[in-house]
Structure formats: C-alpha cells, structure tokens
C-alpha cells in the first residue's frame, strides 16, 4: 500500500479525520479537488475563478460548487479547506432531542458532547464582543422582543478571531491595517475582525479561523501529504485495502492516476461522498455491495432567507455574515422546528474596487475615493437578509441519470417538497412577523411563493448512518456496510435534519469516526 490512509476531501470530514490520524502516526495522504487560496487570490471581480465546473474541472475550477436539480439548488466549497473557506463560520450544537429518531443508538447528544467541545476548541469559536455588535445583532434582539420572543434571542459562537479593542466608533474602523496579527495554536499567522463581512468571500485579513488555517496545518506538520487540484473519480477493492483513481486537474489539462491504501475516508460532502459512490457501485461496478440506501433521505436543512426592507439602517454589508439567532427548535411554532437567524453579504462594489486597488490600478486617488464612499455607502444598506434552518423531511433522493443531451450519467436528485411545505412556511411567516414587528417590509422571493424552488448551502445525508444496510450506508463509526476499512465521514452520513448550521456536528462525529479507527488498531 502506498498510504496507511487516503482521505478524499479537505473540508470539515475530511481534514479532521486526516489530521488526528496523522497525529496518530498513520501515513496520511489528502486528495482535494479544489486549489489551495490565499487572500491574494480569492475570488472578487468578474473574470475571476468563482466557480467549479462539473463538465469542464481542469478549466475551471473556482471555489463555488453551485448545483442545480428540480426545485433544489445545492451550494458547497471547492477548496483546500471545502466548506470553512466560504461559511459564515457559525460553529453550534443543535439541540439534544435531534438525536433521537433516525440515528443509530450509539450517536446521542452526550455521546458526542466531548467531541463538539474538542472542535469548538480546535477551531477557536468566540462571540461578537459585546461592544462590537452589528446593526443587525440590535434589530434581531429588537424584533425577538417586539414580537414577544425576547427568551429566545441568543449569539452564537462563531469559528472567527475577534479584537477586544476594535470598534465601530474609532476612525477608519474597516480599514484592513486596523486587524491584529498573531500566532494560533497551530503555528499559523491570523489576524483580528474588522467587520468587512467577507466571510462568504474569503476574509482579508485571515480573521476567520477556517481549516487551511487549523486542522490541515497541524496534520502537514504530522507529515500527512495534501494534493490539490486532484479529482478523485473512482474507488476499488484490493489485496490489502482499495486504490483510488483520480484526474489531476491542472493548466486546462486532466492527467489520470491513482494510490493505494489500507485504509479509505470518504469526505467529499454530502453530494461529492454520495456521488462518488454511486459512481463506483452503478457505473464502475467496482464496490457492487454497497447498500441499497445510497443516495436516500437526503436533507436540505431547512434553509430559507427572506429579505426585508427597512426604512433604516441595517448594514448587511458589515460585520460577521451571521451572529445570532432567535431559537425555535422547540417546535412551539406550529409544530415545526427551525431558528432565524441574521444574514449579510459583502459589498462587492467596494470588493471589487479594492481588487482593483491591490492591482496597482492607475487613477489611484479615484479608486481611493470610491473605496471609501463606497465601504460607508452600502448599495443595500437597509435590507435585513433574514435567515434560518430548520427540520426538513429528509426524503431527497439522489441517483444517477442519463442525460437525454450528452448520454453520460449525471447525478438527479429527486425532490417532492409536500412533507417539507410547513416547515418552510412556519419560517416564512416568522419572518414576515419578526419584519412586521420592526417596522420593516418582508418580500419572500417568488421562487418560494410562486415555484415551491430552494437553494442550500447545508445539504445533509446521501451516505446516510445506520443500523444495517438496509437503513443505511454506514454504521455509527462511518464505516461501509460490507467494505471494511472504507469510510464515509463528512456531512453525507448525517441521517436526518439538524435544524441548525451542521459544521460543528460534521466536525464532531469526524473526531469520533478517526478516535474509534485509532482505538481499533485499524
Ligand atoms: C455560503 C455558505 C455558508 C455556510 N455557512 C455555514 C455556517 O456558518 N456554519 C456551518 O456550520 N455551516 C455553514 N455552511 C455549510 C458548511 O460549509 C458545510 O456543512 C460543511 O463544509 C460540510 O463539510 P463536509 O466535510 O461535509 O464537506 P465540505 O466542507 O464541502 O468538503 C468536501 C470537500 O471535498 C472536496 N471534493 C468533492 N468531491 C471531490 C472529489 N471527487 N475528489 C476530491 N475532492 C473532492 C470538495 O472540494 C471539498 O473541499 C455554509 C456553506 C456555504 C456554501
């Protein structure tokens, strides 16, 4: 075997299971399909790399896997780091009695209360400081309040560096120069939030505590190997564990390859996992007992934004995209569980300009002058993004097609909203009460309204935990129903709905899945 370990993915299953194991003196090695970024290179202009193509990776392989299917659009990352180089870093548990249904008995909220502590910690997550709250922190208290939900406002912890210092009030406050340097844990320079919600569009300032910056540094510095820009394609069985196939993607040019191991983690996210499996077990034929149950009870979190607009300031173009909720995952709303939460997204006038800037772009006083009217004249200033997740029905079902115009497979998901309808529409009309309580003007997007369609960036399940193969398509450790030695541990195996953002679980159950194959001698 040329590896004791391959691990397919860099994102939140991927790079923890990788470095633990690493730690624990395994060979590791990580193929991610995406590039490594830095903040030199993110995306920001048109013209840029934005997205990740399906049919054409070796030219264009951006950071933004966007998928359409009926009804249901999925976004993910593509990256060294997957998911954390474009989340809005809100690390949270949900709550205890989500474990109770459709999980297999070994997976509780206790079981895997050390485990969500052992992330939280890794991964550095702090609150908003008290003195740096965002307009919208004040109208999400505000509107809980108003409307009579005061109990159920709460901040969240967020994967993101903070200053206690820093303020709005001080001169310049959003001026790069503002953020502190330091050392983390990990040996890695960072530096402190000055509030330019980028989060979603890689941070300036290295403010956000993502995984190129934590777990997939400390895992090199246990020697694991990472390869960028290597897409894995198919996996086999061999004498002695299996051999991964993929294409090295580089200079709009594929190159095929392929290692070996005794062992395998599947961490390629929710669609990535079930896809590459589907691959392997329907078009290869090369892992022909995979259960039956690949690709079913797909979630999509429950995600929805509404936006509403005010006749005041709300400011989503600055601070952390997300740092607080109003809790209703007790289902006292209509029987559903779901929590609003606060959105923003960045300026990308001013992104874009201040790109133009770094480039050395002549006129430079007139950049100037832009870039600073434009940072304090914000083009959406007073749209409040409303957000939330919530528990869906889990029923999507992903296999593989043919596509009538190029005749090669192409992943489907079949999506029938009718189970998940009212969760959708308790969520909408609590956030036209919170809006209304507040003074402001709720619009739910008629791709809700008129066409029943959705987009997540939470998607959940596909390799679905289990108790047999006819449940599922792994058992509690992440470990294949009839492959030994081959593992699924990113969101994929995460059976039903959380109800809340998954990343802090996907983290915990990866520490768990890596704690149990070092335990076992695997
Ligand atoms: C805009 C946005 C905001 C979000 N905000 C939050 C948030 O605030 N809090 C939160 O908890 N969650 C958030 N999420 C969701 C979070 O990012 C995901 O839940 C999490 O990253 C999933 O972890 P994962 O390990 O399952 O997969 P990922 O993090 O998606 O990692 C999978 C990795 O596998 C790679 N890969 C896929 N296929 C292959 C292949 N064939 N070969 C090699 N590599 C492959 C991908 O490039 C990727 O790097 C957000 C997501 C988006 C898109």
Known sequence: MDFDVIVIGSGFGGAITGCRLAEAGYRVLILERGRRWDKDSYPRKPGDMWTWSHQHPELEHGWLDLRVFPHMAVAAGAGVGGGSLIYANVSCEPPAKIFEKGWPPEITYSELQPYYETVARFMNVQKVPANQWTRRMRLMQEAAGQAGFGDRFTQLELAVSFDPDWTYEQDDP???????????????????????????????????????????????????????????????????????????????????????????????????????????????????????????????????????????????????????????????????????????????LANFLDAEHARGVKSKMLLDTFRHLLRDVEPFRNVMPWFAQGVDAANGVFSLKRSVLTGEAELHLDWDIAKSREVIDTIVATHEKLSHATGGKPVVPPTWSLLHDLITPHPLGGCNMGNTPADGVVNHKGEVFGYPNLYVADGAIIPEALGVNPSRTIGALAERIARLIREEGR
């Open 174 to 348: 959003f001026n790069p120069a503002k953020s502190k340097k330091f050392v983390n844990a990990q040996g890695v320079e960072q530096g402190t939030c000055v509030h330019l919600a980028n989060c979603d569009f890689g941070c300036d300032v290295y403010a956000k505590n993502t995984l190129d910056r934590n777990y997939i540094p400390w895992a090199e510095k246990h020697g694991a190997e990472v390869r960028e820009l290597h897409l894995v394609s198919r996996l086999e069985p061999v004498q002695g564990g299996y051999r991964v196939s993929y294409d090295r993607i580089a200079d709009g040019r594929r190159a095929s390859g392929s290692q070996t191991a005794r062992l395998v983690i599947v961490a390629a996210g929710s669609l990535g996992s079930t896809e590459l499996l589907l691959r392997s077990r329907d078009e290869a034929g090369t892992l022909p007992q995979l259960s039956p149950f690949l690709g079913r009870n797909w979630s999509s979190n429950g995600d929805f934004l509404t936006p509403a607009f005010y006749d005041r300031e709300i400011d989503p173009s600055h601070g952390p995209t997300i740092a607080c909720a109003i809790n209703f995952l007790d289902g006292s709303q209509n029987g559903q569980a779901f929590w609003v939460e606060d959105g923003g997204f960045p300026n990308l």
